[in-house]
């Protein structure tokens, strides 16, 4: 699929907002004190209070609330000090109280924006709607017995931010920039690991098609797609499939729509609901929920540096946009860059993180959470890159070495006296040794050969068993030759 969509739509635009449910770190659940550890033995993490035993009454955890606070400030968005929660009434299997405790009338959270970075280089503002907290339910399995289907309580109360954003992407392409920099954002802030494979972030796709100068037409929300990837996808099918009906002088149904991600399709699941479908009303066991506006300044003073701000002072320290990029797009890089970078050149770190260490990353397929060279060693390899201690090419060497053993550079070099000679009457000695034994190119050097220099400059490199200092190499050599 392209995503561009270049040439398919024709007169048509696309409109796309964003549901995306994000669980909260947190140890427990957002009104029990049952665990929330992600591959736990089915049912094995059920209070009483998520199974919706009668009489039962919800305790409300307080992290879970610092936790989207904290994300509606990294989302430059309104904390509301008074919210409510509200029971949202609706029956299914792995829903055991018949109602999830939401936040539909009063988020805590109210409207913020989000800038993202396109690929042709160009940025835009995304509306944030609202943050309301909310429980998860739990899980229907229906792949381990052919006529049943199992449930598993282990999610059931956990914690989860629906972030609601404004209709503003217009394409795949601008669908997927949010969901990144939006997946980006909580894990700096450490309020979601953004882990999508695990459920722990998942999307609702609300997508509609209008043609120039119209209103919105009615839209269609596909339910609970698992990659920025099948984001992308999703809303290119739609988009299609519905211009294909609005187009045959159909009209599209307002409708909660599945991605089939084999076939590339989406595919009806139910008629949407509205909000009375629900029978919200406040929850009688829990009081409005009021902050003090201290409180949240505490917060605010405690959040880590988040990606923009940590992009414009890498920017400021002279690195290229493609560096500040690839560097902070995980909080755990830049943070790896940030050690080897510590009172040494920025330039000079950021060459070598995005260019041999990733590449060792990448060929021994390890993740920057368990490094082929910590963070600290490869500091000190620039050290003694700086100080001349080493050259260039030999820092290549003792650094692959470093990969296989394990041990400082520092260590390295004293062991195996990979120490760059600078001491000129030695250097001087290996020249004379290179021109004695090529006679003949020294005469043709002298009659005007000028590119027999980086013969003599390699010949001097090899002899000296790399170690000889390539500057002080380039300069005798001149002098020797004339």
Sequence with gaps: MSYTLEGKTGPWEIVVGLEVHAQ????????????????????????FIDAGFPGMLPTINEVCIAQAVRTGLGLKAEINLWSRFDRKNYFYADLPQGYQISQFAHPIVGKGEIEVSLADGSTKMIGITRLHLEQ??????HD????????????????????????????????????????????????????????????DVNVSVRKAGEGFRTRCEVKNVNS???????????????????????????????????????????????????????DPDLPPLVLEQSWVDA??????????????????????????????????TAVFFETVAKGRDAKLAANWVTGDFFAALNRL?????????????????????????????????????????????LVLVEERGLKQVTDTGAIEKVIAEVMAANEGKVAEYRSGKDKLFGFFVGQTMKASGGKANPAMVNELLKKMLA
């Design 365 to 409: 397929k390890r993740d920057i959470s368990d490094p082929p060279v910590t963070a600290e060693h490869l500091g000190e390899l620039l050290d003694l890159l700086s100080d001349n201690t080493i050259s260039g090419k030999l820092a290549k060497d003792v650094f692959e070495i470093m990969i296989e053993t394990g041990k400082s550079p």
């Design 24 to 47: 909260v770190i947190s140890n427990s659940k957002l009104f029990s004190g049952a665990a929330t550890a992600f591959g736990a033995e089915p049912n094995s993490q059920v209070s």
């Design 299 to 332: 917060l605010k003073a405690s959040l880590p540096e988040l990606p923009d701000e940590r992009r414009a002072r890498y920017l400021a320290l002279g690195l290229t946009p493609y560096d500040v990029h690839v560097l902070t797009l995980e909080k755990e």
């Design 136 to 141: 998860d339910a739990g899980k229907s399995i």
């Design 228 to 282: 920025i990837r099948f984001v992308m996808q999703a809303v290119e099918a739609e988009a299609l499939r519905q211009i294909e009906v609005w187009e045959a002088g159909g009209t599209v149904d307002q409708e909660t729509r599945l991605f089939d991600t084999n076939r590339g399709v989406t595919r009806s699941m139910r008629s949407k609901e509205d909000a009375h479908d629900y029978r919200y009303f406040p």
């Design 144 to 203: 381990q017995h052919p006529s049943k289907s199992f449930i598993d309580l282990n999610r059931s109360g956990v914690a989860l931010m629906e972030i609601v954003s404004e209709p503003d992407m217009r394409s795949p392409e601008e669908a997927g920039a949010y969901l990144t920099k939006l997946r980006q954002i909580l894990r700096y802030l450490g309020t979601c690991d953004g882990n999508m494979d695990e459920g722990s972030m998942r999307a």
